[in-house]
């Protein structure tokens, strides 16, 4: 029996490629041991188990992008990580060790090249984060989810999705609307425009959507508006507009967000590289909205959407209700560049990532053995 150990997590862009990769090394060697390693101030403690995967945990330790104090105190904080980590690695008798990033990568990566056990990395963003690079000089495969990614040794295989997204792709979202416009208290022969700054949601996508929600709605477009735990905007109560008959329907948070893409014909979101992905394997326009700090890795991951034409890009400090009334109702009044904005982003992606990312760790995993 091979022992995989899957770290990461976070937030969903972590977490989601973790669980689809362990779905299809399941679905590829049903006898496979999974223990996913995470951190206790991460989506994983709830989404892991609820994924029917056993998930052990390390102490977080951020990685400060700035020279201060809280980085001198990383080698005492990351050592005790590491030590956890390893402990887990001996108790499990982890055959490889392949991480998505997220606080408890780096710790597992480190622990498994001190016993010896192969490392894979999967680099999520178009731009790799410090615990990848730092892994990839002793990775035995370097997976990324974007062609061009710079890390040593990488090769493009994709990223990983939920079964769920890869089989409305297939299904296409026409064909599943209804029921998911339904689900959600939508009018079922009105366009959507779905709303969501990812796991945690963003505020000034937020913003935005409330001050245009109800021209939005006036001109016949529906809003389903997922507005993220973190980022919680005060007032948002459903409504219709008594004269077109559109729905403004807020939520707080969506698991499962193949149900939110097959309602929607466009989609307002950040760029980071699991929605940039997911809604190109489904085929949604999106008018993308890249976070504004950090390294510009959302940039970088909408790129190729945008390049394609599959995509807009708005800086967040231009995104404004006007700006926002202006690109949706100018793409609705444009049924063939939606068609055609679908058509160039399925072009782009991978669906069959998360089996491509599975032969690879399992392949580690039994040539380490020998």
Partial sequence: MVNVILAGGGTAGHTSPLIATAQAITAIAPDTQITCIGTARGLETRVVPEAGLDLELVPAVPLPRKINLDLFRVPGRLAGAVRQAKKILRAHDADVVCGFGGYASLPAYLAARRLKIPVVIHEQNALPGLANKIASRFAVAVLTSFPGTELRGARFEGL?????????????????????????????????????????????????????????????????????????????????????????????????????????????????????????????????????????????NAKPLVDASAAICIDDAELTADRLVSEVTALFAAPGKLAAMSAAAQKLMRPDAAARVAHVVLDAAQAGER
Avoid: C
Wanted: proline share 6%; hydrophobic share 45%; net charge negative.
């Fill in 160 to 300: 990983p999705v939920r079964r769920a997204i890869t089989d409305l792709a297939e299904a296409g979202r026409t064909a599943a609307a209804a029921s998911a416009r339904q689900s959600f208290g939508l009018a079922p022969d009105l366009p959507v425009l779905l709303v969501s700054g990812g796991s945690q949601g963003a505020r000034s996508l937020n913003d935005a959507t409330v001050d245009a929600a109800d021209r939005l709605l006036a001109a016949g477009i529906q809003v389903l508006h997922v507005w993220g735990p973190k980022n919680y905007h005060d007032g948002l109560t459903e409504r219709v507009d008594q004269t077109t008959g559109a729905r403004y329907v807020p939520v707080g948070y969506v698991d499962a967000m193949e149900r939110a893409y097959a309602a929607a014909d466009l989609m307002l979101a950040r760029s980071g590289a699991g929605t940039v992905v997911e809604v190109a394997t489904v085929g949604l326009p999106a008018i993308m909205v890249p976070l504004p700090i950090g390294n510009g890795e959302q940039a970088r």
